[in-house]
């Protein structure tokens, strides 16, 4: 067994014992095209794999305006509430943040063990639910850059 497919493995179990469905989903997936004829797209997924998961995840995000369901007054006025001004500010840090994360998860990929630890014990320990790794690991690249590491 190779040392890919203990990482795979590690990762599904602890994905498992999080119960993070989504990266349980993606390691498990990964693991079968590993030993199959789909483990010729892992370049394609390597090299443009985030960008795709970004573009379906915003295509998820705005078929509620593409199917009708948010009027243009309504949006207006969520923006000009108090939460809506708060979910705007929210929304420019976790886009700062993933994108720092997109960057770290590009060149230093091992990291993605120690995100999904982190939400297992943040989901286990603090009642939290699991993070989008993007955006983890957006926060990790913040601090591994503010303390020189």
Known sequence: ???????????????LIGKNELVATAGALLFVMKFSTLCNVFPFLNERGIELGILLLTISVLTPFAAGDISPGELISTLKSPAGMVAVFSGIIASYLTGHGVHLLQTRPEVMVG???????????????????????????????????
């Open 115 to 149: 995100l999904i630890i982190g939400s297992i014990l943040g989901a286990s320990l603090l009642k939290g639910v699991p993070a989008g790794p993007l955006v983890a690991a957006g926060l990790a690249a913040v601090i591994i850059k503010s303390l020189n590491l």
């Open 1 to 15: 067994m190779g040392q890919e497919t203990i990482v795979l493995l590690t990762i599904l179990l602890l994905a």
